[in-house]
Nanobody, 126 residues
Framework: QVQLQESGGGLAQAGGSLRLSCAASGRTFSSYSMGWFRQSPGKEREFVAAITWDGGRTFYTDSVKGRFTISRDNDKNTLYLQMDSLKSEATAVYYC???????????????????WGQGTQVTVSS
């Protein structure tokens, strides 16, 4: 079973930046696509970004394209999310996850994942 530890959240002003990290263990990190979700109060957990196992392809929800960048370091078993030009609607708890199976895919539905870390809170003030 994968273990996930998110960090790097905090308080930022609108227009500012934050960089989230996710340390993963328990399975061969470099064999799995990885991604980020977020959940705001009263809303469902939603897909934010994903990256293939080799880092060769990235995917983003439309609302963050051009402002967020997902990356990974397979030598450090760590996933990142660089968030620039932050907007107040980015306020949420951010969670990382690992694809259920090895290979290229990363299901964007939160229901596809059985395990979650504790997440990291991001608060953007306007």
């Amino acid at each position: 079973q994968v273990q996930l530890q998110e960090s790097g959240g905090g308080l930022a002003q609108a227009g500012g930046s934050l960089r989230l990290s996710c340390a993963a263990s328990g399975r061969t990190f470099s064999s799995y696509s990885m991604g980020w979700f977020r959940q705001s109060p009263g809303k469902e957990r939603e897909f934010v970004a994903a990256i293939t196992w080799d880092g060769g392809r990235t995917f983003y929800t439309d609302s963050v394209k051009g402002r967020f960048t997902i990356s990974r370091d397979n030598d450090k078993n760590t996933l990142y999310l660089q968030m620039d030009s932050l907007k107040s609607e980015a306020t949420a708890v951010y969670y990382c996850n690992q694809a259920p199976t090895t290979g290229w895919g990363f299901p964007p539905q939160a229901s596809a994942y059985d395990y979650w870390g504790q997440g990291t809170q991001v608060t953007v003030s306007s």
